[in-house]
T-cell receptor, first 116, second 111 residues
Framework: NAGVMQNPRHLVRRRGQEARLRCSPV?????VYWYRQLPEEGLKFMVY????????ESGMPKERFSAEFPKEGPSILRIQQVVRGDSAAYFC??????????????FGAGSRLTVL | KNEVEQSPQNLTAQEGEFITINCSYS?????LHWLQQHPGGGIVSLFM???GKKKHGRLIATINIQEKHSSLHITASHPRDSAVYIC?????????????FGEGTQLTVNP
């Protein structure tokens, strides 16, 4: 009965490369949330997805960032042409239902991206 | 001004002390979460509150909707309680899916 699994736990990229972060939700959870924690800052909401749908991406930077949650497989947060300011911890959480009912949240251990 | 304010930012206590961490928010909410982030970075959801009080072991969380304030209490604190405690609100004025987080309170409990 695994929790939310994120990988890789640590990722190092050079400026201009692409970063892909994966999140497998708790079995049976169909709602996934991505959050970013910049160094010395609090967590910030990025995007909320259901299977094959982006529900709320109001926290995503307008460029270079995208997210998906396909019918099969994990949710992917993709950062193209990374810059040093993308260095952060990226957390995924899942819940069995979403919206105002999403009060049961299980977090992953996070993926720490370092951009050189 | 942040929508969610926590105090104190840092707290050092001796083992056995009673700990209180406060959270004030400025928006209408449907729920408030208390989270614990361990030194290794992992996040654990401690409580979800929409009213009243909840207790789990040595942890107690209260919320006053009228005053827009919540507190997290730790009784008989222990060094293993050392972590960052984060308050997060689910606002009724925005999408029900997103949480707005406080900056966190760094708690250190010394033996």
């Amino acid at each position: 009965n695994a929790g939310v699994m994120q990988n890789p736990r640590h990722l190092v990229r050079r400026r201009g490369q692409e970063a892909r972060l994966r999140c497998s939700p708790v079995k049976g959870h169909s709602h996934v949330y991505w959050y970013r924690q910049l160094p010395e800052e609090g967590l910030k909401f990025m995007v909320y997805l259901q299977k094959e749908n982006i529900i709320d991406e109001s926290g995503m930077p307008k460029e270079r960032f995208s997210a998906e949650f396909p019918k099969e497989g994990p949710s992917i947060l993709r950062i193209q042409q990374v810059v040093r300011g993308d260095s952060a911890a990226y957390f995924c959480a899942s819940s069995p239902i979403g919206g105002f009912g999403a009060n049961v949240l299980t977090f992953g251990a996070g993926s720490r991206l370092t951009v050189l | 001004k942040n929508e969610v304010e926590q105090s104190p930012q840092n707290l050092t206590a001796q083992e056995g002390e009673f700990i209180t961490i406060n959270c004030s928010y400025s928006v209408g909410i449907s729920a408030l979460h208390w989270l614990q982030q361990h030194p290794g970075g992992g996040i654990v959801s401690l409580f979800m509150l929409s009213s009243g009080k909840k207790k789990h072991g040595r942890l107690i969380a209260t919320i006053n909707i009228q005053e827009k304030h919540s507190s997290l209490h730790i009784t008989a604190s222990h060094p293993r309680d050392s972590a960052v405690y984060i308050c997060a609100v689910r606002s009724g004025e925005t999408s029900g899916s997103r949480l707005t987080f406080g900056e966190g309170t760094q708690l250190t409990v010394n033996p």
